[in-house]
């Protein structure tokens, strides 16, 4: 039994990080302004828009997800893993 995995499009790439750059170049500097270290702005804006970024690619781009509960669910469990290596990385480095 031959186990065959989809190749991730290069359009999806590209959508990942345009909405990550963009979030953490757009809401990073408001959250520190607001009081919040550079590092806990940097953890929130990078775990949200991860988290959003392979919503959208996985549902729109790769056309993967078809109902919303699908959406929610592949959205609540990308923030889970996404917050978990942020953290790792921002805090734990």
């Known amino acids: 039994m031959e186990l065959k995995m989809k190749r991730i499009g290069f359009k999806s790439v590209f959508t990942f990080l345009l909405i990550v750059c963009l979030t953490n170049v757009i809401f990073s500097n408001p959250l520190t302004m607001l009081g919040l270290s550079t590092d806990t702005s940097l953890f929130i804006c990078t775990s949200f828009s991860a988290a959003l970024a392979i919503?959208?690619?996985a549902s729109y781009v790769e056309?993967?997800?078809?109902?919303k509960k699908q959406m929610i669910t592949c959205f609540f469990l990308s923030l889970v893993v996404c917050s978990a290596g942020t953290y790792?990385?921002?805090f734990l480095n």
Do not use: A, G, N, Q
């Open 63 to 67: 056309k993967l997800l078809k109902s």
């Open 88 to 90: 790792f990385l921002i």
């Open 55 to 57: 919503t959208v690619c």
